[in-house]
């Protein structure tokens, strides 16, 4: 089975291969950002700006099937999570997954849950999560500063208090309040 790229892209190969085939294609340059892409140039600009788009895609599956298939990233609905392997405390943890564009991995429902959960398997690792409580409310929220839409608390947790304002993932899956200052593992979302 075919996914809906490949046959855009096909679509649009069969396309450029008449027009190839009429000669009306100057064998020169690509589009710009599509390097070592030919046969473009001669093409009305809605259809070029239409086969790069579907290059792109195409590309994209590409990348996302090969990371995904050794376990480097997981895809969960419009979420893509990815761990670096290291264990940081919070504040680091946050700023390694801030540096490359992304946040600290937080839940918003049982299958992002499960998806972090897979990765926290994959390392045997705890994994802090996107998710703190405020410094003087002491409320669970969101790094962005939402509160919680989604939680899924180990029996008898929350129970820190004052002193544990970060939230770990145990390998159920289950939640713990806790310390910022432990070493756990750092899984981010893009
Ligand atoms: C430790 C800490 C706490 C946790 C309890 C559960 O004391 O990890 O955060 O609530 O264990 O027994
Ligand atoms: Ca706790």
């Known amino acids: 089975m075919l996914s809906c790229s490949s046959y855009t892209l096909i679509a649009l190969a069969a396309l450029l291969v008449t027009c190839h085939a009429l000669s009306k294609c100057p064998e020169t340059s690509g589009l710009p950002g599509i390097p070592g892409r030919n046969g473009l140039k001669g093409l009305p600009d809605s259809l070029a700006s239409k086969f790069a788009l579907a290059n792109l895609k195409h590309r994209l599956f590409q990348l996302e099937a090969a990371l995904a298939l050794n376990g480097k990233i997981r895809k969960v609905g419009e979420k893509i999570l990815a761990s670096n392997g290291k264990?940081?405390?919070?504040?680091?943890?946050?700023?390694?997954?801030e540096e490359v564009g992304g946040?600290?991995?937080?839940?918003?429902?049982?299958?992002?849950n499960k998806a972090i959960m897979d990765i926290v398997k994959q390392y045997n690792q705890?994994?802090?999560l996107g998710i703190r409580k405020g410094e003087t409310s002491g409320q669970v929220k969101y790094l962005n500063g939402m509160p919680l839409s989604y939680s899924n608390w180990h029996q008898h947790e929350p129970n820190g208090k004052g002193t544990e304002k970060c939230v770990e993932m145990y390998t159920d899956g289950t939640w713990n309040d806790k310390k910022c200052n432990m070493?756990?593992?750092t899984i981010c979302e893009f």
């Open 87 to 97: 264990k940081a405390d919070f504040v680091s943890a946050l700023q390694s997954c």
């Open 183 to 185: 070493y756990r593992l």
């Open 126 to 128: 705890y994994a802090y």
């Open 103 to 112: 946040t600290l991995a937080a839940p918003k429902n049982e299958e992002e």
